[in-house]
């Protein structure tokens, strides 16, 4: 009898286990082109093109040669993205690409995370200070300066930033392990906040004035809204 109630617990774990590392099965079509539309197959967040009316625009994109205007951004980068959003036939094939340029020293794209997405980086010109945060509770800061040629990646879900150390501009393309690795730029996200999280919360979990939050929380709320 205890043979047999190990054995099943055996089978449970087993089950469990194989429950648990699941994911989401690779694309059972050649493509799914996104389409806005309702009336359609849905899948991945997006309706799909009947295949019949696809065409080599659903897989195109022009525009990542030109600069980005970084002379009215406070924080010195401005991001082209090259995503589902984009390019509707990136829908379901889990990959995306961006270019990034940085104003002379001090361009920055400040630290944030993609929640469904590796990100690997190529400097093309200019230097660069990049680097990610380990998760708690290590927060092991990994960094590296960058120059023309060289690659670095940031895991997914990890807080990640670049900022140009050059006197000159600098810019770079990423690709992403997602056709929709989605953003949450940090600073943002906790203190422009819609409606703005209670700075209470934010005094105590900082550890700072109060003053200092409702300071932080203007400047954001104002930039974002």
């Not at 660069?128 to 670095?152: A, E, Q, W």
Request: with cysteine; charged share 15%.
């Amino acid at each position: 009898m205890e043979g047999l109630k190990f054995l099943l617990a055996f089978v449970l774990l087993a089950l469990a286990s194989s429950f648990v590392s699941a994911s989401d099965p690779s694309p059972l079509q050649d493509f799914c082109v996104a389409i806005n539309e309702t009336d359609g197959v849905f899948v991945n967040g997006k309706f799909c093109k009947d295949p019949k009316h696809v065409t080599e625009k659903d897989f195109f994109y022009s525009g990542l040669n030109i600069p980005g205007d970084t002379s009215n951004i406070p924080v010195g980068s401005n991001v082209t993205a090259a995503n589902v959003e984009q390019i509707p036939g990136l829908n379901t094939l889990g990959i995306s690409f961006a270019r990034i340029d940085y104003a002379p020293y001090g361009g920055l794209n400040p630290p944030h995370t993609h929640p469904r997405a590796t990100e690997i980086l190529v400097v093309l010109k200019g230097t660069l200070y990049v680097g990610f945060v380990t998760s708690n509770t290590d927060n092991r800061l990994i960094s590296k300066v960058l120059n023309p040629g060289d690659v670095f990646v940031f895991p997914i879900g990890l807080i990640h930033f670049q900022f140009n150390v050059g006197k000159t501009s600098a810019v770079a393309f990423a690709g992403l392990s997602s056709q929709n690795p989605g953003v949450i730029t940090i600073a943002d996200a906790v203190f422009g906040s819609d409606p703005p999280i209670n700075p209470d919360v934010l005094t105590k979990a900082f550890q700072v004035d109060k003053k200092v939050v409702d300071y932080l929380q203007k400047q954001f709320w104002s930039d974002n809204n």
